[in-house]
């Protein structure tokens, strides 16, 4: 429970990059990381906002 909240609360929804999160949780391979990456739709959102900015 930890790991997944590690990854998910506290990384990847305050933006670190997914491949970060793969080092830090020690993933030879980005696909092992990516059963932690639960979209949350704040992060959707906020990253669509943010895009929407610079154009």
């Avoid at 506290?10 to 059963?35: A, D, M, R, Y």
């Amino acid at each position: 429970i930890a790991r997944h909240t590690f990854a998910t609360t506290i990384t990847l929804s305050n933006g670190v990059p997914i491949e970060t999160v793969s080092k830090l949780l020690g993933h030879s391979k980005i696909t092992t990381t990516q059963i932690y990456a639960k979209v949350i739709e704040r992060k959707v959102s906020e990253d669509m906002e943010r895009l929407e900015q610079r154009f």
